[in-house]
């Protein structure tokens, strides 16, 4: 059973999948829209009017067609959304930064 810090119904959860063909090997620049599996991924977002909000991601490994080099399988990036194996979106721990530092500021300046 997993725990969470607000019930089920304060939770927000939008469903995504990548809507491009193919993806290029992180290590020989080739493309691939060759599909090897599928795997999901969920994401923390900032909240939406109050409730907590995740992004379940469907993710594609591909298959790289190079023998040069040893990596056979890749997943499709989502640079844009979450740095590789991250839990949270860029937006929130862009946001969660920003409030670190105001915090630091704020505190630094009445001390």
Do not use: N
């Amino acid at each position: 059973m997993s725990r969470r810090s607000r019930p089920r119904s304060a939770w927000s959860e939008v469903v995504a999948r990548g809507r491009v063909a193919g993806a290029a090997c992180p290590d020989c620049g080739r493309f691939s829209d060759r599909v090897h599996d599928r795997y999901q991924r969920r994401l923390k977002d900032l909240p939406l009017v109050d409730q907590g909000s995740v992004i379940r991601l469907t993710v594609r490994r591909f298959i790289c067609g190079s023998a040069d080099y040893q990596r056979r399988t890749f997943a499709e990036p989502f640079s844009r959304l979450a740095a590789p194996h991250a839990r949270f979106t860029t937006r929130m721990v862009t946001a969660a930064r920003s409030s670190t530092a105001s915090t630091t500021t704020c505190s630094t300046a009445s001390g």
